[in-house]
């Protein structure tokens, strides 16, 4: 068994197909580590449930930001047409709310798509200019042919001559250290 | 990819639901008969229930010819599993004509226009012969003509891919179901925009929307959707639908049913929007009585239940994916859609007068129930007529197993 190492963000295992790495995760997630991350070179609809991740929060935040950008809207053009300047046109009352939905609607759909983007953007960590697992040479092939699994050391049950030789009892092909 | 099992709709549950849905909808029928003949200072009332009646199933109808045109168009397995409820309800034109017959025998109780020709009215005697009763006629055979051909060739298409034993011939016809749909679909919508416009439009006949049609196009294929829900969630639990449905199945129709709620509401608000900014009284006059006493409450009504809470509710991930609670969402809408038609054709100008204010008729309840019975029983007798998925469309196995995952 090599030293442990100070330097060391995490471990990864390598597999050949998806089903391998779905397997592995699910064994991973009961083991009680939550620290985890699988890469694979198409979308894995599995892999969610497999490792336990929680389903995003975004569609809260979208709607928030739609809430945002409706009430904004209503509150500029209350601002503008009653508070600030009004101006009579054709008799109708300073506060039509009729002619102020078209451009509170557009607010609406303006906020929530921006909250959607930016909200994805900022949820997934990015942009991520730095990555330790890149650090390993074949991890260049989880855009091609190869199925990752990696256990960050910043789990709690992470210890390393423990967690290694529980990788390796997944039959992985091997098993990497991910330096920092 | 000849699928051996049984896809058989439940023929014994069926066929007892449509001997309730005849009784009903024989005695409703025959109560609606006698009264208008019984009472003939009821009749405009009468004739009125009836056209309610027939908008709101029709349209169900109809709108599933729709929406059978639109899933050859985007594909998906939400079309595949409701394919042929689509096409039960699109093989139930034959009755609606039937339910039509009423209202083209009537149409002096109905229409107040039809009063109106050679009174020296400028609007209606510019618009002859186009808005004559033998035209009015004629225009509605011709719809139903129209609507009987699209059915007709993807019903025939439909049902020799059932029949065949060779896989390329399932993938050429559903081809050719695609193919054909595209075109069609353009005079679907122009067809339902010329009848919602004389069936409806007309009782006021000296106001106009050019919006009109879509409303009736898109708030049909909504009704088609809750109705298509409410059935899968029933059928879901018998054979063979349990071996079919999952929860990303309701999750797709449910999100289809946000968008028509949603599209639903922005082309009513861009009527209102365009009529209330142009502030013209030719237009407001549709509008005017619409927004006082009772009116004006279902109004709101229509507003916060037709449009606002089903569009929260729908917004739920989890609510969607569950067949019964989306049922009981459908089922909701489809009292609203009713709701809807009501406040459409209720407060048009009367023949016996413009009796100011809100009027409510017993037969508005009688006769929708009277025509949903009949088109009940008719429908269901389509529906039991086919196994309840295409046995060899080529993408059936795909789209049972979409509905497994998430």
């Known amino acids: 068994m090599t030293s442990m190492k100070k330097d060391i963000y995490g471990l990864l295992a390598e597999f050949d197909t998806p089903t391998e790495l779905v397997d592995a995760a699910n064994k991973v997630r009961e083991a009680g580590y939550k620290k985890t991350d699988a890469f694979s070179p198409f979308p894995l609809h599995e892999i969610d449930e497999a490792l336990g991740v929680k389903r995003t929060i975004l569609p809260f935040m979208v709607f928030g930001g739609g809430v945002i950008g409706l009430l904004s809207g209503i509150g500029l053009q209350w601002f503008v047409h009653v508070w600030d300047y009004p101006i009579l046109v054709g008799g109708r009352p300073y506060f039509s709310i009729v002619s102020f939905v078209p451009a509170s609607f557009e607010l609406t759909i303006l906020l929530a798509a921006f909250t959607a983007v930016f909200g994805m953007i900022a949820l997934n960590g990015l942009p991520q200019p730095y990555h330790p697992v890149f650090n390993v040479p074949r991890f260049a092939l989880a855009t091609r042919e190869k199925f990752f699994l990696l256990i960050e050391r910043k789990d709690e049950k992470f210890n390393y001559a423990e967690t290694k030789s529980f990788m390796e009892s997944l039959n992985p092909q091997e098993v990497f250290d991910v330096e920092e | ?406």
């Not at chain 2, 899933?71 to 998906?76: A, K, M, N, R, S």
């Not at chain 2, 000296?206 to 898109?218: C, E, K, N, P, Y």
């Open chain 2, 1 to 406: 990819m000849i699928n051996n099992a049984n896809f058989d709709a439940p023929i014994a549950d069926i066929n007892r639901w449509r001997t309730l849905a005849l009784g009903i909808g024989g005695v409703g029928s025959l109560v609606m008969l006698i009264s208008f003949l019984l009472f003939e200072d009821q009749r405009e009332d009468a004739m009125r229930a009836w056209l309610l009646g027939f908008i709101f199933w029709g349209g169900i109808g109809i709108g599933g010819l729709g929406v059978l045109l639109l899933q050859y168009l985007t594909g998906g397995a939400w079309g595949v599993v409701i394919r042929r409820i689509a096409e039960a309800a699109s093989r139930t034109l034959p009755i609606i004509a039937l339910l039509f017959v009423p209202l083209a025998l009537g149409i002096t109780n109905l229409y107040e226009w039809t009063h109106l020709i050679g009174t020296g009215d400028k609007v209606v005697d510019w618009r002859q012969p186009y808005l004559s009763v033998e035209w009015w006629i004629a225009r509605a055979a011709l719809y139903f003509i129209l609507w009987g051909v699209m059915a007709y060739f993807l019903n025939k298409w439909s049902l020799r891919q059932d029949q065949t034993n060779d896989y390329a011939t399932a993938v050429k016809l559903g081809e050719d179901s695609s193919k054909f749909s595209g075109p069609t679909m353009v005079f679907f919508v122009l067809v339902v925009s010329f009848a919602a416009v004389d069936w409806v439009m007309t009782l006021d006949p000296h106001w106009f929307s050019t919006i009109w049609g879509l409303l009736f196009a898109v708030g049909w294929a909504l009704s088609f959707f809750c109705f298509a829900v409410a059935l899968l969630a029933v059928l879901a639990d018998k054979e063979p639908m349990n071996r079919i449905l999952g929860s990303r199945h309701f999750h797709d129709i449910g999100k289809l049913m946000l968008a028509l709620v949603m599209v639903w509401a922005y082309f009513n608000f861009s009527q209102f929007l365009i009529i209330w900014s142009g502030n013209l009284p030719e237009e407001t006059r549709w509008y005017l009585p619409r927004m006082e006493g009772a009116w004006g409450v279902i109004g709101m009504l229509l507003i916060f239940f037709h449009f606002a809470f089903p569009f929260l509710v729908l917004l739920n991930r989890n609510l969607k994916r569950n067949g019964k609670w989306l049922a009981m969402v459908a089922i909701f809408i489809l009292f609203l859609r009713l709701l809807d038609m009501f406040y459409l054709i209720g407060p048009s100008p009367r023949i016996a007068g413009h009796g100011a204010g809100f009027h409510l008729s017993w037969m508005d309840f009688v006769a929708p129930i009277a025509v949903g019975g009949i088109w009940l029983w008719y429908f269901f007798g389509q529906l039991i007529k086919r196994p309840l998925v295409p046995i060899n469309d080529p993408f059936l196995e795909n789209a049972i197993k979409h509905g497994k995952e998430h």
